[in-house]
């Protein structure tokens, strides 16, 4: 079964930090770009961060400099790191298990239940 389980997600001060979880199990992680999204009511999701399993990188402008995704693959974990955060950060983020290539097996996308961040201005 495949499970992808967010934490972290709180209520934080402008300004402030977080770090956000997510441990996958039941995918062949070395296997998945990793990314966290994020959604407010009313809008789509956006795609905040990505990494691939070598360690490259893609950042959404509205964050970069001030977050940063990594990941542990011996762990099958991915990580967000958010500093400096701000009012419009405030969504429900949610991880995603990407099939890095078209011929890897397993569907598409997996998702996470999500976590909530709210930060207060």
């Known amino acids: 079964q495949v499970r992808l389980v967010e934490s972290g997600g709180d209520l934080v001060e402008a300004g402030g930090s977080l770090r956000l979880s997510c441990a996958a199990s039941?995918?062949?992680?070395?296997?998945?770009?990793m990314g966290w999204y994020r959604q407010v009511p009313e809008k789509q999701r956006e795609l905040v961060a990505a990494?691939?399993?070598?360690?490259?990188?893609n950042y959404a402008d509205s964050v970069k400099g001030r977050f940063t995704i990594s990941r542990d693959n011996a762990k099958n974990t991915v990580y967000l790191q958010m500093n400096s955060l701000k009012p419009e950060d405030t969504a429900v983020y949610y991880c995603?298990?990407?099939?890095?290539?078209?011929?890897?097996?397993?569907?598409?996308?997996?998702w996470g239940q999500g976590t909530q961040v709210t930060v207060s201005s």
């Open positions: 995603n298990a990407h099939r890095e290539r078209t011929y890897y097996p397993g569907p598409v996308d997996y």
């Open positions: 990494i691939t399993s070598g360690g490259s990188t």
């Open positions: 039941g995918i062949n992680f070395g296997m998945r770009v």
